[in-house]
């Protein structure tokens, strides 16, 4: 069992940054896949990002350009999604969600274990 507390989220304006942090609890972190989604008021969840536990990365190709950066440290268990260049259309509540899985899914079904999620708004 893994339980998941996101932070770090709040209101920046346009271009500024902000970083999420997911704190896991469990034994096993470091041999979870941790990714972010982000799901906006009337829309579905999107995938963001994902790292597993031997160095693999997957971003969503659709909107992270070069902005986000996914991180974990697994000595202190918690995973990191740093955001750059913010922009009004990254307004959402982040969820930091895990697995036991090396492969990096990008479904939200695919994951076993979330957090309740940190709210994001980017004033313009």
């Known amino acids: 069992q893994v339980h998941l507390v996101e932070s770090g989220g709040g209101l920046v304006q346009a271009g500024g940054s902000l970083r999420l942090s997911c704190a896991a609890s469990g034994r096993t972190f470091n041999r979870y896949t941790v990714a972010w989604f982000r799901q906006a008021p009337g829309k579905e969840r999107e995938f963001v990002a994902a790292?597993?536990?031997?160095?693999?990365?997957?971003y969503s190709g659709d909107f992270v350009e070069g902005r986000f950066t996914i991180s974990r440290d697994n000595a202190k268990n918690t995973g990191y999604l740093q955001m750059n260049s913010l922009k009004p259309e990254d307004t959402a509540d982040y969820y930091c969600?895990?697995?036991?899985?090396?492969?990096?899914?990008?479904?939200?079904?695919?994951?076993?274990?979330w957090g309740q999620g940190t709210q994001v708004t980017v004033s313009s």
């Open positions: 790292i597993n536990w031997i160095g693999g990365i997957a």
């Open positions: 969600a895990a697995g036991p899985i090396v492969v990096l899914p990008t479904t939200p079904e695919k994951y076993a274990y």
